[in-house]
């Protein structure tokens, strides 16, 4: 009998560490686009969005995805010039688009560099 339980604890243990390696990892930061194509059922979220091909990228995407990155307190590295993130952030397709829009959008870009230099000016 406690044979059994050690046995199913490990399992639970070994499954629940792969889970967290597996989610906590990290991969390839890519820009995620709206879908065009007309929804007639939205189960999940994510069924709005779909991941870029390499020729779909935004023009500024990866000029201003450490900026935007950084201002929005994402975790990520940077491994020979290709920014990654962790796993789970990228499963969120909403957000990465959130990202990807902001990359490109020369006001919100705006306001944040001006929000930054006045920070700097209030803290000295």
Do not use: C
């Not at 779909?50 to 940077?78: G, M, Q, W």
């Not at 491994?79 to 959130?98: A, C, Q, S």
């Amino acid at each position: 009998m406690k044979k059994k339980i050690y046995i199913a604890l490990t399992t639970l243990i070994v499954l629940f560490s792969v889970y967290y390696y597996w989610e906590n990892r990290y991969v390839e930061l890519r820009p995620v686009l709206s879908k065009d194509e007309p929804h007639p059922i939205i189960i999940f979220q994510n069924d709005f969005y779909r991941i870029a091909e390499r020729n779909e990228t935004p023009p500024n995407f990866y000029k201003n995805i450490k900026f935007v990155l950084d201002h929005e307190f994402v975790d990520y590295v940077i491994k020979d010039g290709v920014v990654f993130i962790r796993n789970k952030d990228m499963n969120d397709l909403e957000m990465i688009w959130n990202h990807t829009t902001k990359t490109n959008n020369p006001d919100w870009l705006k306001m944040k560099r001006k929000e930054d230099s006045i920070n700097r000016i209030n803290e000295k």
